[in-house]
Nanobody, 124 residues
Framework: VQLQASGGGLVQAGGSLRLSCAAS????????MGWFRQAPGKEREFVAH????????NYADSVKDRFTVSRDNAKNTGYLQINSLKPEDTAVYYC??????????????????WGQGTLVTVSS
């Protein structure tokens, strides 16, 4: 599967963005999906995870209640809705996919496929 993330941009603090992750190749429903982010000078960190059917979602504590992960398997697309943005949310956001669920979904090693990333910049 190939993944293409989009939807990033420059937004003021308190604003919202919806990131998209378009999948091509095998049906998107074959894969669990995760979102990660990497701020300048920092390691890539887990943001959210969603199961194949979308019935279970998981979030990092730092984004819980502000971020919502979802997917539309018919459109082969995953989404990350980001609300109440803060300057510390500034990062490159990556979507990732894996054919199998892993209890270690917070780690980058749990995902085989990665998109190229989309930059989110939040101004104060």
């Amino acid at each position: 599967v190939q993944l293409q993330a989009s939807g990033g941009g420059l937004v003021q603090a308190g604003g919202s963005l919806r990131l998209s992750c378009a999948a091509s190749g095998r049906p998107f429903s074959y894969y669990v999906m995760g979102w990660f982010r990497q701020a300048p000078g920092k390691e890539r960190e887990f943001v959210a995870h969603i199961t194949r059917s979308g019935d279970i979602t998981n979030y990092a504590d730092s984004v819980k209640d502000r971020f919502t992960v979802s997917r539309d398997n018919a459109k082969n697309t995953g989404y990350l809705q980001i609300n109440s943005l803060k300057p510390e949310d500034t990062a490159v956001y990556y979507c990732a996919a894996n054919p199998y669920y892993s209890i270690n979904y917070v780690y980058t090693s749990a995902y085989e496929y990665w998109g190229q990333g989309t930059l989110v910049t939040v101004s104060s």
